[in-house]
């Protein structure tokens, strides 16, 4: 009997060179293969298109504008009257009583609410505003923060956490929508903060660790067996 003979070429190794002749025969006598549709070759120029150096002037420009109108607004919010207990400001009170409203004898939740009205303040519209995305950002922010600090001492206040997570999620969703509708507020409110774009953490599963779990059950149920024949043998 023969014995059967296996090439290495498969069937769609072999359709692939087939299909390769067919073009190289066809190139040959100068018929091209159809291009996709709205292909554009790589070499043709852009029109209307900004060079890189005036982008960059443009840049230059838009920042030190927002850096100016912000370094304003900073100064009118901490021109304005000093922060007092509640809401005390512009009264005419002696020394001794404002004293008494003063937010450091306060507890925390006053001086973090007086921080966030400042915040606020800074990024506001009109006067009064508190519903325009970049006064919620920052009123978020404030809250984020106290979170973090909560957390660094509680450390097994896994219910916060979970909170501080799903505050993380709001405020992505609040910079996307002010990226979109409103750029210019978007950078501004980004480099006031600090903040950074990260790629969210991918979840990996490790099947290590779940064969060793599988194990060690297998181990146990194989003790408890044995204890039991014991208990029956007696």
Partial sequence: ?????????TRTKFRRMVKKRKKAEL?????????PHRY???DTPVIGAI??????ATKKEL?????????KRMEAAQGGPEPLRYHMEGLKMSDRVRRLFDLSIGNQKEAVTAQKKKGMEIFQKREGDTGSSAVQVIALT??????????SIHRKDHSGRRGLEAMYVTRRKMLDYMERKDFEMYRRV?????????????YIHNKRKDQKKIL?????????LKRKKKKAMR
């Fill in 40 to 42: 554009r070759p790589v």
């Fill in 216 to 224: 060690e059950k297998r181990k146990n149920k194989k003790l408890m």
């Fill in 1 to 9: 009997q023969q014995q059967q003979v296996r090439s290495i070429i």
């Fill in 190 to 202: 980004v480099q006031t903060l600090g903040l950074t774009r990260t790629p969210p953490v991918k």
């Fill in 142 to 151: 404030t809250r984020i923060q106290q979170m973090q600090k909560h957390l």
């Fill in 63 to 71: 920042n030190e504008k927002a850096a100016a109108d912000m370094q």
């Fill in 27 to 35: 190139a040959e006598k100068g018929i091209l293969p159809p291009r």
């Fill in 51 to 56: 060079p890189r150096e005036e982008q960059e």
